[in-house]
């Protein structure tokens, strides 16, 4: 991936009575996430990007990570890897801004070529997309032959295109099992790879990566949050080690943990993941009390209105990929999809 120069900081935006009055009924939508202490810091640049996303003709696409004030003021479409993924093929708009990480703004525009791809900063990565290189994954093919290469879409875009097939948190085992063969690379992330040998005939096969997020969550941390909450219903992501696994009730990407909470609605529930997804989904889920027992992604939090706003306003930093690196890339991902 390659991206435009970084632009010069802008002003603050001020929290004026104009402002106010404008972003009034966005208030009255948002007022259950945010509170009215928050609102005059995030009010201004919540207008303006409102403004820039109509001048620009401009969609942000912000991943179930992203903060409260993104994800409930300024996105057009929110939702997990696949579904961001699914969802920006059907984007309309010239210009798609990916609040995420640097490998949803380059599926993003694997899936949409003739579009402009913005990613607010360029600091957002991934501990696991940068486990793995494309080099790697050819030594894997030699050291491997004729084993299926199914990676995982947190990767780059040069790893996507020495493989066979992408999958995600929430399609691993679905994709997997599709190819027909008794061993397969499930790459990059060492724990998803387990979680899905563990429901599966298939021999899996993986790469020594890991979430730096979903990695520090330890079975010990489980036992003791069922102590001090005996009622509490733990749900955790696929990417966390396989004895947190063990220890959780009920394991699946970030739009199965969402899903579990808004249909079974748990009286007390902990959310082994990224905290801010908690945080997002507490105002929809009010018979639901969220025990605080998860960790923050640097690299996700990265983003933030301010960034967004800029990105707008000068075009930056627009995310461009080489074609022939594309063109293999996005049929791993297009068999993906297909394949869900």
């Given at each position: 991936?390659?991206?435009?120069?970084?632009?010069?900081?802008?002003?603050?935006?001020?929290?004026?009575?104009?402002?106010?009055?404008?972003?009034?009924?966005?208030?009255?939508?948002?007022?259950?996430?945010?509170?009215?202490?928050?609102?005059?810091?995030?009010?201004?640049?919540?207008?303006?990007?409102?403004?820039?996303?109509?001048?620009?003709?401009?969609?942000?696409?912000?991943?179930?990570?992203?903060?409260?004030?993104?994800?409930?003021?300024?996105?057009?479409?929110?939702?997990?890897?696949?579904?961001?993924?699914?969802?920006?093929?059907?984007?309309?708009?010239?210009?798609?801004?990916?609040?995420?990480?640097?490998?949803?703004?380059?599926?993003?525009?694997?899936?949409?070529?003739?579009?402009?791809?913005?990613?607010?900063?360029?600091?957002?990565?991934?501990?696991?997309?940068?486990?793995?290189?494309?080099?790697?994954?050819?030594?894997?093919?030699?050291?491997?032959?004729?084993?299926?290469?199914?990676?995982?879409?947190?990767?780059?875009?040069?790893?996507?295109?020495?493989?066979d097939i992408c999958c995600t948190s929430a399609n691993a085992k679905r994709i997997v099992e599709s190819l027909g063969a008794d061993r397969v690379l499930l790459i990059p992330d060492q724990y998803l790879a387990k979680n899905v040998a563990a429901q599966t005939d298939v021999e899996i096969l993986t790469w020594a990566g890991a979430c730096e997020v979903h990695e520090r969550f330890t079975a010990s941390q489980i036992i003791q949050l069922r102590k001090a909450h005996p009622d509490v219903t733990v749900l955790a992501h696929p990417e966390c080690p396989p004895e947190v696994i063990e220890q959780s009730d009920f394991s699946g990407s970030t739009a199965d943990l969402i899903n579990y909470v808004s249909d079974r609605k748990p009286e007390e529930v902990a959310l082994i993941t990224e905290c801010s997804m908690g945080e997002n989904i507490a105002s929809s889920n009010p018979q639901t009390k969220f025990i605080r027992s998860c960790s923050l992604c640097p690299h996700m939090q990265r983003i933030n209105l301010m960034n967004i706003c800029q990105s707008l306003e000068d075009m930056t930093h627009e995310v461009t990929i080489d074609p022939?690196?594309?063109?293999?890339?996005?049929?791993?991902?297009?068999?993906?999809?297909?394949?869900?």
């Open positions: 991936m390659s991206v435009s120069a970084h632009a010069a900081q802008k002003p603050e935006l001020l929290y004026t009575p104009e402002v106010a009055e404008r972003m009034a009924p966005i208030f009255d939508r948002v007022s259950s996430a945010i509170s009215d202490v928050e609102w005059p810091e995030f009010a201004p640049y919540v207008d303006r990007i409102l403004q820039l996303k109509k001048e620009r003709n401009a969609v942000i696409l912000a991943h179930n990570y992203q903060t409260r004030d993104i994800y409930h003021c300024v996105s057009d479409i929110v939702g997990d890897s696949l579904a961001l993924a699914q969802k920006a093929m059907a984007v309309e708009a010239d210009v798609i801004v990916m609040a995420g990480v640097h490998f949803m703004a380059e599926t993003t525009k694997l899936l949409n070529p003739s579009k402009t791809v913005l990613i607010p900063d360029l600091r957002a990565g991934c501990s696991l997309a940068e486990s793995i290189t494309g080099a790697d994954v050819r030594q894997l093919r030699r050291t491997y032959p004729g084993v299926p290469i199914v990676t995982y879409v947190n990767t780059s875009v040069e790893v996507k295109a020495e493989s022939v690196l594309a063109d293999r890339a996005r049929l791993a991902v297009q068999r993906m999809l297909d394949a869900s």
